[in-house]
């Protein structure tokens, strides 16, 4: 199952989305910026999650 994926260039710093297949395995990325080979899967930020109620009191 293909979803998209968020990337970024370790030698430019350039941060892009792309279709990215978990199942597959490692594949080799080029930036589409700078053309490096550098490139790393950001991964996803776990969004936090609030108590029931959770406020004070």
């Known amino acids: ?3 998209t994926a968020n990337f970024k ?3 430019c ?3 892009y989305t792309r279709p ?3 199942e597959t395995g490692p594949q080799e990325r080029m930036c589409p910026k700078c053309r490096s080979n550098s490139v ?3 991964k996803k930020a776990k969004q936090e ?3 029931p ?3 004070k009191k």
């Open 1 to 3: 199952m293909t979803e």
């Open 9 to 11: 260039c370790l030698r």
């Open 13 to 15: 710093g350039h941060q």
């Open 20 to 22: 990215y297949d978990p």
């Open 40 to 42: 790393r899967r950001l």
């Open 49 to 51: 999650t609030k108590a």
């Open 53 to 55: 109620g959770g406020g």
